[in-house]
């Protein structure tokens, strides 16, 4: 009999899918690491499985405890998988901009979620940032886990996700291309690919509204780059300690409106159903196009599900509202 003992037995070992049609005007090999396969349904579930038992390992989080973390709904759902199987309370800390989808899927596993308003300065006591470290000091024998700061974030990727891609491709994969938001994927696989080739190129895609790109290319943090946007999961306002900007060749940055739209067409013309950090992710691969030649792998990695933006990109009438849509 072929079975795994429990449910985080199932993380890892994704799919890796060329993608056809999107790609035709590109020289290369474009393959996409699918990490949409993983059982909470995105890449998350690997560094939050990590970040739970190197915890444990420290004695940070004993028996019984409560798991505190701000979470735009992904980590939430792997260290929901990771809570449940190993007997542990969950609180989600979101911010309101997130899809409802999310939230209820957060619930659907067990979770507690508190819902914070997005547009507050990082360091307002109503920020999910504060509120999950108020929290967490409230709570008796809760631990914060703190995803963007925590180094088991990308240590995980550096563990599973960099040696798959590596191994998948045959050691061939020149260009890694990848949405940042923690920084744990980028840092995590980048480092791995570039321990085992120096020349691999890593590049990260950023949104506009979010400190990465400008703080790359000139070293200043721009308080003037930050604005509310809607693409989820990726760019940020702070500077989290996960993204090893060393690490990283170069920053592109993608709109909402075409992170929107390119997220749809993976759907319509290659068949991936993903959110739209994916639809940013392959329009920054393909604005990066003067960087690829005919011999080059370059592999894009596909964080989450499009079931969780159904009633946004998805769904005509919200896409006109926000004149996505003509
Ligand atoms: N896309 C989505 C949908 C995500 O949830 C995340 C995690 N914030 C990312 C991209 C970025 O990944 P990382 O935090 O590892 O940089």
């Known amino acids: 009999m072929q079975y795994a003992e429990n ?187 570039k321990m085992k080739n120096p020349n691999v190129k890593v590049w990260g895609v950023d949104t506009y509204g979010s400190v990465f790109k400008k703080y790359h290319e000139t070293g200043i943090f721009d308080e003037n780059e930050i604005y509310p946007y809607i693409t989820e999961g990726i760019g940020e306002d702070i500077l989290p300690l996960n993204v090893n900007f060393d690490l990283i060749d170069g920053f592109t940055k993608v709109t909402d409106k075409d992170a929107a739209i390119y997220t749809r067409r993976l759907a319509k013309e290659e068949g991936f159903f993903l959110g739209n950090s994916a639809g940013a992710a392959i329009k920054g691969l393909l604005q990066l196009k003067k960087h690829f030649t005919k011999d080059d792998v370059v592999v894009v990695l596909f964080h989450d599900h499009g079931s969780r933006y159904v009633g946004k990109m998805y769904n005509d009438a919200w896409m006109r509202e926000k004149g996505f849509l003509d």
């Open 7 to 193: 449910i985080l037995e199932t993380i890892g070992n994704t799919p890796m899918v060329k993608i056809n049609r999107l790609t035709a005007d590109l020289p290369c090999l474009v393959l996409a690491k699918y990490e949409t396969f993983n059982p909470g349904n995105s890449v998350k579930d690997r560094m939050a499985l990590k970040m739970v038992e190197d915890a444990e390992a420290a004695g940070i989080l004993k028996p019984g405890g409560t798991i505190i973390e701000g979470t735009s709904g992904n980590t939430g759902m792997g260290l929901a998988l990771a809570a449940i199987v190993k007997g542990y309370k969950m609180v989600c800390v979101i911010s309101d901009k997130q899809s409802k989808e999310k939230i209820d899927i957060l619930k659907a596993v067990g979770c507690e979620v508190v819902v914070c308003p997005t547009d507050v300065a990082p360091d307002d006591p109503q920020s999910y940032y504060s509120t999950s470290r108020r929290l967490a000091e409230e709570t008796p024998n809760s631990w914060y886990v703190n995803q963007y700061d925590n180094p088991s974030n990308c240590k995980a990727h550096f563990e599973s996700t960099g040696p798959e891609i590596w191994d998948q491709t045959d050691g061939k994969v020149t260009h890694f291309v990848v949405g940042v938001g923690t920084g744990g994927t980028i840092s995590g696989v980048g480092a791995y690919l």
